[in-house]
């Protein structure tokens, strides 16, 4: 099912959303990352563009899939975009459609789920700091497409399993994310 991207920014803009909007492209690996807080967009980046840059970028491009992760948020800010409404406005002007499918909401839903246990696994080793250091090590270091794979999702655990300074908390917390990931998997 093809549906209007600018519907798709408008719903999260009145929902007041925060997350990231992610946007694959049937032929290339780079994301189209619109980033929100509270339905603003404050950011978009798209490989090593930013801003309105990234932006002239999406109108050139074939859209494929989207997801979209709550609750992530980071501290850079476009300072070149225009208003949440504008970007709405000129994006819905240029008719952009993206295809959506259940597997791909299902699958949002069943990383959304993984998330969160990982997040009490790494608070239970390190601390109340664990919800931010999961969130900074997806941002900044998981590399990993729209849905991921349970490789993905071992290579997230490595990541976080680093922030643990003991071995005896690295293996608990590694024990515990792989079981979860397994019966998820199953």
């Not at 798209?46 to 491009?61: I, T, V, W």
């Not at 494929?64 to 850079?76: L, P, R």
């Not at 949002?108 to 601390?127: D, M, P, S, W």
Request: a neutral charge.
């Amino acid at each position: 099912m093809k549906k209007p991207l600018g519907d798709i920014l408008e719903n999260l803009f009145n929902e007041k959303k925060t997350g990231i909007l992610n946007i694959s492209m049937s032929s290339e690996k780079s994301l189209f990352k619109f980033y929100f807080k509270n339905g603003d967009i404050y950011h978009i980046s798209y490989g090593l563009k930013k801003g309105m840059e990234s932006l002239k970028e999406l109108f050139q491009k074939e859209l494929y899939k989207i997801n979209f992760i709550s609750d992530i948020t980071i501290d850079v800010k476009s300072e070149d975009l225009p208003n949440t409404e504008e970007i709405i406005k000129k994006i819905k002007n240029s008719n952009l459609y993206i295809y959506l499918d259940n597997k791909e909401s299902s699958a949002n839903f069943q990383f959304r789920k993984i998330k969160e246990k990982l997040t009490v696994a790494l608070i239970k080793q390190i601390g109340p700091i664990g919800n931010r250091v999961i969130e900074k090590i997806i941002q900044e270091k998981w590399n990993t497409q729209i849905s991921p794979s349970k490789d993905d999702l071992y290579n997230l655990i490595e990541l976080l399993k680093d922030e643990i300074e003991d071995q005896e908390g690295k293996n608990e917390f590694q024990r515990e994310a792989k079981s979860f990931i397994e019966e998820a998997f199953k």
